[in-house]
RNA sequence: GUGGGCGUAGCUCAGUUGGUUAGAGCGCUAGGUUGUGGUCCUAGAGGCCGGGGGUUCGAAUCCCCUCGUUCACCCCA
């Protein structure tokens, strides 16, 4: 046993699987990105009161921050999400809008961990600033459900729920106070505890005992002003055009106090644990405001990474094959042919690996197959004094011996013409 | 924060009612093959049995504490 392990809901993302981590975020950047989104890369930690604008009510802020006195007496929080930094850096920067920006990155609670839920865990997600048009909103749902699908994830659905305006949540929120008020004695105490917090989050339990009480409870629906019930309407309308299958859940309502309107989640049928959440986002047109910016609205949703590569797992797709090397240098000379042989093929615009600590030919060999390379390239005493190199196909074993001069060539008719490396001038 | 399961080699795991020097498979290294991989054979390296305390002539094994891990609640991506 080590001296240091990594610290609880923490973890190394080693080889293989961080290569499929990356190939994820590529495939996720390349779908937002041809959708006009940029990248933005906040800061990971920021003035505690950023995000303390995500509600007094939520666990998020309440109890699960990382936050600490740096030395120069500043309240500084790690990020427990994005959206309030992307919300500060459009309020402190004034682009203009409409403002369409992507991030990906690891995000900060302090929680148990358990399966799918980490203290550093990553999320990819994108938001829009300035737009106040629900055919905005479907874009936003569309291009999170296009990202499921194109990593080839079937068994993914969509809730959809409206939160209303802020007068019409006040009101719900206050109607929702009275009924659970009433009923208080079909409640568990922790949903007691939770109702004094605020009585929304009321309608998560998934305590079994809970159900029958959230069952009866009113629902949003009938608070919903006429401007809100019909931009939930035009949203749903858009999904419907764009054949996207959702289900309305009244009872959805998202963790972060800020949100309103649309809100969205998707749900993995893949995992059975109790974090099957792998995605989820809505409109939250008052938090800019809220963090000293004009009068913004906004729309977005973060998806994390971790539960959607377990999701992949679950229905063994987005697999990851290690990146195969075209060559794979051998020298029983000592290694100084490897070195410069290696070198030139790298700059040839080849993949080039090769052994180190002169070893035996059988070893340098077995590098090679586990390597994956096509081809291995052998300098041996011979081809040292003759100036020549052996080119061995590693699938079909057949080898043949070729002047130095000529092994760019020769390498690039068996493999392919590769693209010489460049200097960015 | 609350409750349950589990900690033995790099990995997956055996280890009898407490009893000498703690094992296997895979992986790794070397040799069999005086320049040639994937199969096979042989050998080798690698363990404070998570940590600390206790019971005992004797503890991987029993007890207590602690740390880690895992699952659920809570909450959330």
Not at 73 to 88: D, K, N, Y
Not at 106 to 132: H, K, M, S, T
Not at 203 to 221: C, F, M, V
Request: proline share 5%; aromatic share 8%; glycine share 10%.
């Amino acid at each position: 046993m080590s001296s240091f392990q990594t610290s609880p809901g923490t973890r190394d993302i080693l080889p293989p699987h961080a290569g499929r981590w990356r190939a994820l975020v590529q495939v996720f950047a390349d779908g937002v990105e041809s959708a006009g989104y940029e990248n933005i890369i906040p800061p990971m930690f920021e003035d505690l009161g950023v995000f303390q604008r995500l509600g007094d009510a939520t666990d998020v802020v309440t109890k699960e921050m990382y936050d600490f006195m740096d030395k120069g007496g500043r309240h500084i929080a790690l990020r427990p999400e994005h959206t309030a930094s992307v919300c500060r850096a459009f309020a402190q920067h004034r682009p203009t809008p409409p403002w369409k920006v992507w991030y990906s990155g690891p995000n900060f609670r302090y929680e148990r961990p358990q399966a799918g839920r980490y203290r550093q865990f990553d999320q990819v997600g994108i938001e829009v600033l300035g737009v106040d048009d629900s055919q905005l909103d479907v874009e936003v749902i569309a291009l999170g459900w296009d990202f499921y699908k194109s990593i080839g994830l079937s068994n993914v659905s969509l809730i959809v729920n409206s939160l209303g305006d802020a007068g019409d949540r006040g009101r719900y929120i206050e109607a929702l106070g009275a009924y659970f008020t009433t009923h208080s004695e079909m409640l568990s105490e922790q949903a007691l505890a939770t109702l004094e917090r605020n009585p929304l989050r009321v309608l998560d339990s998934k305590r079994p005992e809970d159900a029958p009480a959230i069952a009866g409870a009113p629902t949003i629906g009938a608070f919903l002003s006429t401007d809100a019930a019909a931009h939930f309407a035009a949203v749903c309308a858009g999904l419907d055009s764009l054949n996207i299958p959702y289900v309305i859940n009244e009872r959805l309502v998202r963790g972060l106090d800020y949100y309103q309107r649309t809100t969205f989640e998707f749900v993995s049928g893949s995992l059975d644990s109790a974090q099957n959440a792998v995605g989820g986002g809505g409109r939250y047109d008052g938090l800019v405001e809220d963090l000293g910016g004009p009068a913004t609205p906004g729309i977005g949703f973060a998806l994390g990474v971790d539960r959607t590569l377990l999701a992949c797992d679950a229905e063994e797709c987005f697999s990851y094959g290690f990146p195969v090397l075209d060559v794979f240098v051998i020298d029983t000379t000592g290694g100084s042919h490897a070195m410069s042989i290696t070198h030139q093929l790298r700059q040839g615009g080849f993949t080039a690996d090769r052994a180190f600590e002169g070893r035996s030919m059988k070893s340098q060999m077995k590098s090679a197959d586990r390597s994956g390379a096509q081809v291995a390239v052998i300098i041996g005493d011979t081809e040292a004094e003759e100036s020549t190199c052996t080119v061995r196909n590693l699938s079909t074993s057949e080898q043949t011996t070729i002047p130095s001069t000529e092994l760019q060539s020769h390498l690039a008719s068996v493999l392919g013409q590769r693209q010489p490396r460049r200097h960015t001038p």
